[in-house]
C-alpha cells in the first residue's frame, strides 16, 4: 500500500517555543554553532490511492492547524 508523508511545521511568522527551547539547550551543551530551531511533527499515512488533493482535505480537517501551520505532502510509491 502507498505511503505518504505530511510534515506539519509552525507558519514563519509564529513563535516557536519548543524551538528556541530546543535551540538555547543545545548551546548550553556547548553546541553554539545552533542559531535557532524549529520543531514540527512528521506524519506518516498508509493510503490507498493516495492524491494530494484527498491528503491536503485531511490536513485542512484533522492534521494541521491551518491558521497557525503549514504542511508540505510526499506521496511514496
Known amino acids: 500500500m502507498p505511503k505518504v508523508r505530511?510534515?506539519?511545521t509552525l507558519k514563519p511568522s509564529l513563535l516557536d517555543s519548543a524551538g528556541r527551547t530546543v535551540a538555547d539547550s543545545l548551546n548550553r551543551l556547548g553546541f553554539?554553532?545552533?542559531q535557532s530551531a524549529r520543531i514540527g511533527k512528521l506524519i506518516e499515512?498508509?493510503?490507498e490511492n493516495p492524491s494530494k488533493e484527498r491528503i491536503s482535505e485531511m490536513c485542512q480537517k484533522l492534521l494541521a492547524n491551518p491558521v497557525t501551520e503549514n504542511y508540505d505532502i510526499e506521496v511514496l510509491g
Open 6 to 8: 505530511v510534515l506539519v
Open 32 to 34: 553554539s554553532d545552533v
Open 45 to 47: 499515512l498508509e493510503v
